[in-house]
Structures are given as structure tokens and as C-alpha cells.
């Protein structure tokens, strides 16, 4: 809004943030489930073991990878048409957030 960015842009925009929001948090889910706490540098299973809802509880890990995955093919297709170089940090941001190891 402040960059004088139209309504589809703001909009575009804002679709872009759900979608890396949503994204860091199926990665955080899958992480629990896969990695040690060593790996993580946090508690392992904890989600698991506080019967918290999670991705993979709800759609199983593949299920959730494939998500993880329309998540940030989402948020990248929401970038275009914007200048390639200036929406390069948030497509090297979303791809850190997919690819993740803590």
C-alpha cells in the first residue's frame, strides 16, 4: 500500500503472505514428525504428544508434502508480473521456507 501498489497487486500480495504463512507452519508439522529433536534444536514429537491437530495427523505426511508443495508453487505464481528482480528475496524466502531442515 505505501509502494502505490494497485488492488490486484496489495491483493496478489496479501495471497502471497497466507500462502508462505501456511507453508512455514505444514513445514513446522512435518518437521516434528521427521527429524530429531537434535536436528531441530527443539523437541521433537511434541505436537504429537500434546495430541495437538497437525498436517500430517489430518492429511497424513505425504498428503502434507503435497501440500507443502501446491503451497509454495501458490505463492511463487503469485509473484509474477511483478519485476523479477525485486520479488527475487520473496521467491528465495518461500523456497527457504519449503526446504527447510529446522
Not at 57 to 76: F, H, I
Not at 86 to 96: E, N, R, Y
Request: aromatic share 4%.
Amino acid at each position: 500500500m505505501l509502494g502505490g501498489g494497485t488492488e490486484e497487486e496489495i491483493g496478489r500480495l496479501r495471497r502471497f503472505a497466507r500462502c508462505i504463512g501456511l507453508l512455514f507452519q505444514v513445514v513446522d508439522d512435518i518437521l516434528d514428525v521427521t527429524k530429531s529433536s537434535t536436528e531441530l534444536g527443539k523437541t521433537a514429537g511434541k505436537d504429537v504428544a500434546a495430541e495437538k491437530v497437525t498436517y500430517p495427523k489430518m492429511l497424513g505426511l505425504e498428503g502434507s508434502r503435497e501440500l507443502a508443495e501446491e503451497l509454495r508453487k501458490e505463492a511463487k505464481e503469485q509473484l509474477m508480473g511483478f519485476d523479477p528482480e525485486k520479488a527475487m528475496p520473496l521467491v528465495a524466502l518461500t523456497d527457504f521456507i519449503a526446504c527447510r531442515n529446522n
